[in-house]
């Protein structure tokens, strides 16, 4: 055994002690990373840490780490790891993390042994900053002391790290993302972020019609959540100068974090959050907790709230970026990512109408986000609003020469630029609310479009989502992207049969990636038969799949 590799072993974890694993708890790596109540987590982010140095050491790039909890409640808390262009941890280093999580102080240690020996480079004697961990934090009272964690644990394994304090949870992917393409996706710093942003979305305006002003008020009103997207938009407003103008209401001078505002919120009472007296002829969005959903929605001459979700969002920049590709005489595809939460309506509309190749993920930004990078143009958008849209190197290259050359007429080539400003408008690394929000307003703008013009595309098929609480989601599988059960027996063939009696309907059923639960979706003709259905195998989940506690009641 080389000697070098001997001593990083033999390395005392001196702050092992001060985060000892709680009697009783037990967690799993899923697609949010960890969550838990805040209490619980103190050991989590310590063994997080040494993850993170272990993961730095395999990949030989910077990894980052993120305190947030999201959309969850203000108690909560969370951490995920991110590591290559801005990418989620693999998903093959997923089990290292559960298993680290919970191991006590003489299994750590052999773990991580096991870990360090198949680390190429261990042995090396390599620059320490080579293995540099980022870390960011949300705005949550607990994410302080739990980023320490995290950097007491970088420490005790030989990394260094460096702490940016209150960011984004995209912010920190793009800085890692950032660093590990030696800036090639831009300057690696808050900065780099607020100007790489503001200029793309200055240059698109630039060939905008002049929009109305409303006397007295902002064109947009943005629910902030109380969390750390907020302060974030006021920095990214003073980089864009006039060239937007949002009023911020929730953000974060009073209020708890997502309590009664925030996307989330918004997306599942489809009412306007806490404070916002809505207006016809006005436009609001909503972020989450840490700024990676972004969602949209206006009220009517009547009243009636309207929401734009992510299906929606996916859709206007799917339309944007067909029409540039058209213009500039570029033979790509544009690819749209769906998972089985996405409207039956965007689905249709997608392929029939604008003919797009649309493509079913299981749940979870990692599995959209990869398949996203396989196409030429990948457009990926959960309904919760959670997205963004990929460009292949292949069509950048091409975008780049068509910019360039003198001899193209001058739509083609300006069509061709508009992609090139919008590739760097939108973050290539992860869904970001921020990045969003400046494409759909530029994209609008562009295409001359207003936001019930946009929600007016299609008709949604009303829909209901559902929990259910089990003794363990584990007992419930899935294929087919979730639209299957295959276990518990029996359970697919019941929902098949309630789905019979409904018109234009579908149902599915998938366990929770955090908690002991099962989520209903079910979509149906009307509003009534949708609540029904979902109530139906609701019922059937609790009654085949081990239902903890009263039955489902029925949606009132």
Request: proline share 4%; glycine share 8%.
């Amino acid at each position: 055994m080389h000697p070098r590799m001997r001593v990083e072993m033999d390395t005392e974890l001196q702050h092992a002690d001060a985060y000892p694993v709680p009697s009783g708890i037990t967690m799993e790596y899923g697609t949010a990373g960890f969550r838990a109540p805040a209490c619980n987590l103190p050991h989590v982010m310590y063994r997080m840490g040494l993850l993170a140095v272990l993961r730095a050491r395999y990949t030989r790039g910077v990894i980052g780490v993120m305190v947030t909890a999201s959309h969850n409640p203000e108690e909560d808390n969370g951490v995920k790891l991110m590591e290559g262009l801005g990418d989620m941890l693999s998903v093959s280093w997923e089990k290292h993390a559960t298993s680290l999580a919970s191991a006590q102080l003489g299994e750590l240690r052999t773990q991580l042994s096991a870990l360090l020996r198949d680390c190429p480079g261990s042995e090396s004697s390599s620059p320490v900053q080579k293995y540099h961990v980022l870390i960011g934090q949300d705005t949550r009272a607990s994410s302080k002391v739990l980023a320490q964690a995290v950097s007491d644990g970088v420490t005790d394994l030989g990394g260094t790290f460096k702490d940016f304090g209150l960011v984004t949870t995209p912010q920190l992917h793009y800085l890692v993302a950032s660093h590990n393409s030696d800036g090639l996706m831009g300057e690696p710093s808050l900065d780099g972020y607020y100007r790489k942003l503001s200029e793309a979305y200055k240059a698109l305006m630039a060939q905008a019609k002049p929009q109305p002003k409303i006397e007295g008020s902002y064109p947009l009103t943005m629910d902030g959540a109380n969390g750390v997207g907020a302060p974030k938009m006021v920095e990214l407003l003073s980089y864009l100068k006039s060239s937007l103008a949002v009023k911020i209401i929730n953000n974060g001078e009073s209020g708890k974090l997502n309590h009664e505002c925030g996307a989330d919120y918004v997306k599942i009472g489809r009412r306007a959050p806490k404070g916002l007296q809505m207006l016809e002829g006005r436009i609001y969005c909503s972020l989450d907790g840490d700024a990676d959903r972004l969602l949209y929605y206006f009220v009517d001459k009547s009243g009636t709230f309207h929401l734009v979700d992510g299906d929606k969002i996916s859709t206007l920049m799917a339309i944007f970026i067909q029409h540039l590709l058209k213009e500039a005489q570029l033979p790509f595809q544009v690819s749209v990512l769906q998972t089985a939460y996405a409207n039956g309506s965007s689905t249709r509309y997608l392929k029939d109408t604008l003919q797009l190749q649309v493509y079913c993920l299981p749940t979870g930004v990692k599995y959209l986000h990869t398949k996203a990078k396989e196409c030429d143009i990948g457009v990926y958008f959960e309904a919760n609003g959670h997205g963004t849209v990929l460009f292949g190197k292949r069509v950048l290259d091409k975008v780049a020469e068509v910019m360039q050359d003198s001899s193209k007429p001058e739509t083609q080539r300006a069509a061709a630029t508009q992609l090139y400003h919008t590739s760097q408008l939108i973050n290539q690394a992860v869904g970001d609310a921020l990045s969003d929000l400046l494409a759909v307003e530029a994209m609008l703008s562009l295409l001359d479009l207003s936001l019930p013009q946009l929600y007016a595309l299609y008709t949604d098929i009303p829909s209901r989502l559902l929990k259910v609480k089990v003794i363990d989601r584990q007992q419930i599988t899935t294929t087919d992207a979730e639209r299957s059960v295959t276990h518990p027996e029996g359970l697919q063939a019941a929902i098949e049969e309630r789905v019979h009696h409904h018109l234009q309907a579908r149902a599915f059923v998938r366990p929770s990636g955090t908690e002991d639960m099962v989520r209903v979706y079910a979509e149906s003709k009307t509003q009534e038969s949708a609540d029904c259905l979902a109530h139906e195998v609701a019922l059937l989940v609790h009654r085949l799949a081990g239902g903890v506690g009263e039955e489902p009641r029925a949606t009132t």
